[in-house]
């Protein structure tokens, strides 16, 4: 049908040569973005997933969902995100929005705010929850056990409980939201969204049991017999060490945060040293400036465009005060009778190895001292699977539960895993797509057939797109409102949140991307 409807692809010619548009393997229509005249004015089809979805760890469908914004349904809208994003008003405070850096908008004149959109269509989900998020209409009778509060315990328990079974979440820490509540800074995600979740889940019917150790008050064995089916997302909680002389006299910085979000305010230190160049470095160094620190120095391995930070974090970072020192490597912390002093360092001249596997190089012969009272280490995180006994036939690699990547499940059958646990440290929205696809093959594991069956009728045909002329002049990205820096706590939000008209004005610049 295209080859009598698109100019583009019957005379590619005619502009210089072949072109890779999206039915080609491309990104985008030059229909779209190029010679506007040779195409249909009809609307398109969208006959694979556009850039945005397949950036997206979680495969939403962005432009579906923004569409429904611009025909003014809000409440059809936060549908649509529930059906592979449950946590929404998280995502779109902490995702790192890889959606936008693949948005066909940004060769146009900019990306769309994705992010800040789907945070206000998640706070909308909240605000109407009993409309939105109701109870299922059946009860298949299984119950399922659910280890871990966090993303993809959370992710989990919501299409588990929407599948009609029980769910019953457990987790050691006294309030539920795992990482999400007790580490992720209230100034980036304010704790208050996170109960909201939780509440919203518990008012369908997801039962929460915390304060409880499974290992410790209940043994693994006993949720394998006691439940249908368990899905484990226990997250990685336990610091991980470098050998680094002098080490025991430095603190974790999750810990560090940790204490935070359970309502510690003290002052960490006068001048403060973060090793690590990540997103809870990040963290750790501007939560330290926020709780009255004079200095807070980071000193990672890697160069500046190295930094497993992203680079927004980064610009936080600079803006707030905290410095930075690229290629150095810790060599001991400086101490006098168990006394932080400082910390001497010493060059890296190169992370990674031809490969690119993590393996540092130093040149021993250029070194440097910083001055400290405090040392957090944020390196990263381990797994604690001591709920794991020993002969178990749970099986595990290096630390991490060994699970099929389609299904999440494990070696042992009925027993699932996801989240952190399995791949390590990684972003929310990877976590929460884990807990999505483990729901799915679980409920086929418990149901059979009927389950498989309901998740194909469920899948729809990709619609007949609308024509949006709105989209064709070039517009100005949205820009996020935030708190000044001088305003700035470890409490309050620095982003201030979109209006309604801001975030209808950025769906409409929306290409909703399909073959014209």
Known sequence: ????????????????????????????????????????????????????????????????YLSKIREDNL????????????????????????????????????????????????????????????????????????????????????????????????????????????????????????????????????????????????????LRRDFDSVFLASGAWNPVSIGLEGEEFTTFGLEFLTDINRGVREVPGRKVLVVGGGNA???????????????????????????????????????????????????????????????????????????????????????????????MMAVGYATDLSYVDAGSSLKVEQGLIVVDAGTQATSVPGVFAGGSVTHGPATVIEAIASGRRAAAAMDVYLRGAAAASEQEAAKTAAPFLKFNSDYLGKTSRVQMPKRAVGDRDIDAEDALGLGLSEITSEANRCFNCSCL
């Open 1 to 64: 049908a295209q080859n009598t409807r698109c100019w583009y692809y019957r005379f590619p010619h005619e502009i210089g040569g072949r072109i890779l548009c999206y039915l080609k393997g491309g990104k985008g229509c030059y229909a779209i973005t190029g010679e506007n005249r040779y195409h249909s004015i009809f609307g398109g089809w969208r006959d694979q997933s556009p850039p945005c979805s397949s950036a997206c760890p979680g495969d939403v469908d962005i432009p579906s």
């Open 75 to 222: 409440v059809e809208a936060g549908r649509m995100l529930l059906e592979t994003n449950p946590l929404a008003s998280i995502t779109g405070r902490v995702c790192p929005h890889f959606c936008e850096q693949e948005c066909n908008r940004g060769d146009f004149d900019a990306p769309l705010s994705v992010r800040d959109i789907e945070r206000f269509i998640g706070d909308y989900v909240l605000e109407n929850a009993d409309e939105i998020i109701m109870p299922p209409d059946m009860a298949t009778g299984k119950s399922i056990a659910v280890v871990g509060s966090g993303p993809a315990g959370l992710s989990a328990a919501y299409y588990l409980r929407m599948a009609g079974h029980s769910v019953t979440v457990m987790d050691k820490m006294e309030e539920a939201g795992g990482m999400l509540a007790y580490v992720i800074p209230a100034y980036r995600l304010p704790k208050d969204i996170v109960r909201r979740v939780v509440g919203a889940l518990e008012n369908i019917g997801v039962e929460f049991q915390l304060g409880v150790d499974v290992g410790e008050d209940i043994a693994l064995d006993d």
């Open 281 to 375: 470095a990040i963290d750790v160094a501007v939560s330290a400036l926020r709780l009255g620190a004079e200095e807070a120095t980071m000193v990672c391995l890697e160069s500046r465009e190295e930094m497993p930070a992203l680079p927004w974090e980064i610009e936080l970072a600079l803006e707030e005060g905290v410095k930075l020192m690229t290629c150095w490597g810790p060599r001991r912390v400086l101490q006098t009778d168990g006394q932080v002093k400082g910390m001497e360092l010493v060059r890296c001249t190169s992370v990674f190895d031809e490969e690119g596997c993590f393996a540092p190089t130093y040149d021993s012969g250029v070194t440097d001292t910083v001055e400290a009272d405090q040392i």
